[in-house]
């Protein structure tokens, strides 16, 4: 079993700044793909940006230009370095790993972006 623990979340006001961590601790053989998604009370929950072990990086609409995610892969962490956050940034974030091709998830930590 794969067990992730996402830190960083907090109250932020508009305009400021917020780096995301999550780190894998377990049963890890190999994990490929690392992403960070977001979900708001009555909404599905959506993807915020991926990235590849190879560092290829996909991110949503909503936060290209102002969110940035990468890995450290001998510590099993990806992060998500967030700026120029706006009140709708306001939501919870996951972060997920999949591990041979199994999805893991964390329980989520909460951003809150004040206007």
């Known amino acids: 079993q794969v067990q992730l623990v996402e830190s960083g979340g907090g109250t932020v006001q508009a305009g400021g700044s917020l780096r995301l961590s999550c780190a894998a601790s377990?049963?890890?053989?190999?994990?490929?793909?690392m992403g960070w998604y977001r979900q708001t009370p009555g909404k599905q929950r959506e993807l915020v940006a991926t990235i590849s072990r190879r560092e290829y990086t996909n991110y949503a609409g909503s936060a290209k230009g102002r969110f940035t995610i990468s890995r450290d892969n001998a510590k099993n962490t990806v992060y998500l370095q967030m700026g120029s956050l706006k009140p709708e940034d306001t939501a919870v974030y996951y972060c997920?790993?999949?591990?041979?091709?199994?999805?893991?998830w964390g329980k989520g930590t909460l951003v809150t972006v004040s206007s």
């Open positions: 377990g049963r890890i053989f190999s994990i490929n793909v």
């Open positions: 997920k790993m999949e591990d041979y091709g199994r999805p893991y």
